[in-house]
Structures are given as structure tokens and as C-alpha cells.
T-cell receptor, first 115, second 111 residues
Framework: SAVISQKPSRDICQRGTSLTIQCQVD?????MFWYRQQPGQSLTLIATANQGSEATYESGFVIDKFPISRPNLTFSTLTVSNMSPEDSSIYLCSVAGIGFSYGYTFGSGTRLTVV | QKEVEQDPGPLSVPEGAIVSLNCTYS??????FMWYRQYSRKGPELLMY????GNKEDGRFTAQVDKSSKYISLFIRDSQPSDSATYLCAMSVNQGGKLIFGQGTELSVKP
């Protein structure tokens, strides 16, 4: 399966600032996704990162708040903009490879605390 | 109603017990079913991946899918303290499509 490197692993940020999270995969993957996991909760899909085009956002998530880039088949970034304490969560990158024979792999996540 | 329902637990069992974890779902279009294990402060780790109905076994883990009942299960035999984690079911309609997760069941295996 693919190996995902997600950075930073954790951060504490001031409200009103922005944080960009990076997801690097060791092999080309077809699909890349960004999830949010709020404290004690399950995973909620934010958006699908599309290579070379705008991301596809789920209901309740907008590009101005969570801009996403995916310049190639191995890299994506998620920015959490104009942060508030409600954005404190774990943000996870996930990939599904060519053929999908191994399901979906997740990064170790970015634990974000907004103060 | 959530698309995927999973009892959050917590579930506590003695070492060596057989553990049964379950999810129900409402969308009959789901075809791909997964179970993930998530340790504290880690990302989810894929345990089992199945397509459509049937059983799949991998070591101490068995996944069952009953599409007619919209019900999936994960069985853990001879449970170990190292199995203590949160178990999440997930499913998708298409290969590579978005995953819908259950809430996760917190499992504790006591020595």
C-alpha cells in the first residue's frame, strides 16, 4: 500500500490565522481526499482533491475556508483559513491507489488546536 | 438518520474473548466495505476490505457483509490487549469514491 507523509503532525495556531497541511505520497495515486475528525467523533469528508483542477467539496465545506491544491499525482495541500477554535480537529489525508486493490490509506493526521 | 450507524461503545472484553463489531447502513448502493482500526493519536489503519456480500478472513479477523440486511460485522478471535483501539466501519458506492464512516466503536481488551 501507499505510504503517506503528512505535515505538520500537530500545531497550535492563533485565531484568524491560516495553516497549510501537506500530504505527500510515495507513489502515484488516483484519488486523494481530505477528512476532518473532531474530538470524539468519526471522520467527515471535506473534499476530494482533483489533480490539476478545483477540488470537489462536500456539503458544509467551502473553498474559501478550505482551499485545496493538488499539482500532481503524489502531493496535495489543505489550508484551513481564518481559523477559529471550532476548527480545532484532526485533519487527515487519504489516498486510493490505481486499481484500489488495497482500499484507502490514511496519513497519521494533523492535530490542530486553535486558541 | 445517518447513512451508517455504529454503536460507539465503549466495549470492554477480557483477553481471549471473541469480539463482534457491527454496522448498519441505509444506502443500498454501497458495494465496498472496509474496517479500520485507529489507535489513539494515530490515523486509521485499514484492516479488512471486501466487495459486495460474503465473508473474508485474515488471521484473527473475519469480516462479514450481508447486503440484504444492510449489515456488516467484524469478528476478532482470541482478542489481545493490543487490539484495544477504536474500530471504524466505512463504505463506498464506487471504487475510489468517497468513504462514509460509522461513528467508531471503542474497544478495550483487558489482560
Amino acid at each position: 500500500s501507499a505510504v503517506i507523509s503528512q505535515k505538520p503532525s500537530r500545531d497550535i495556531c492563533q485565531r484568524g490565522t491560516s495553516l497549510t497541511i501537506q500530504c505527500q505520497v510515495d507513489s502515484q495515486v488516483t484519488m486523494m481526499f481530505w477528512y476532518r475528525q473532531q474530538p470524539g467523533q468519526s471522520l467527515t469528508l471535506i473534499a476530494t482533491a482533483n489533480q490539476g483542477s478545483e477540488a470537489t467539496y462536500e456539503s458544509g465545506f467551502v473553498i474559501d475556508k478550505f482551499p485545496i491544491s493538488r499539482p500532481n499525482l503524489t502531493f496535495s495541500t489543505l489550508t484551513v483559513s481564518n481559523m477559529s477554535p471550532e476548527d480545532s480537529s484532526i485533519y487527515l489525508c487519504s489516498v486510493a491507489g490505481i486499481g484500489f486493490s488495497y482500499g484507502y490509506t490514511f496519513g497519521s493526521g494533523t492535530r490542530l488546536t486553535v486558541v | 438518520q445517518k447513512e451508517v450507524e455504529q454503536d460507539p461503545g465503549p466495549l470492554s472484553v477480557p483477553e481471549g474473548a471473541i469480539v463482534s463489531l457491527n454496522c448498519t447502513y441505509s444506502n443500498s448502493a454501497f458495494q465496498y466495505f472496509m474496517w479500520y482500526r485507529q489507535y489513539s493519536r494515530k490515523g486509521p489503519e485499514l484492516l479488512m476490505y471486501t466487495y459486495s456480500s460474503g465473508n473474508k478472513e485474515d488471521g484473527r479477523f473475519t469480516a462479514q457483509v450481508d447486503k440484504s440486511s444492510k449489515y456488516i460485522s467484524l469478528f476478532i478471535r482470541d482478542s489481545q490487549p493490543s487490539d484495544s483501539a477504536t474500530y471504524l466501519c466505512a463504505m463506498s458506492v464506487n471504487q475510489g469514491g468517497k468513504l462514509i464512516f460509522g461513528q467508531g466503536t471503542e474497544l478495550s481488551v483487558k489482560p
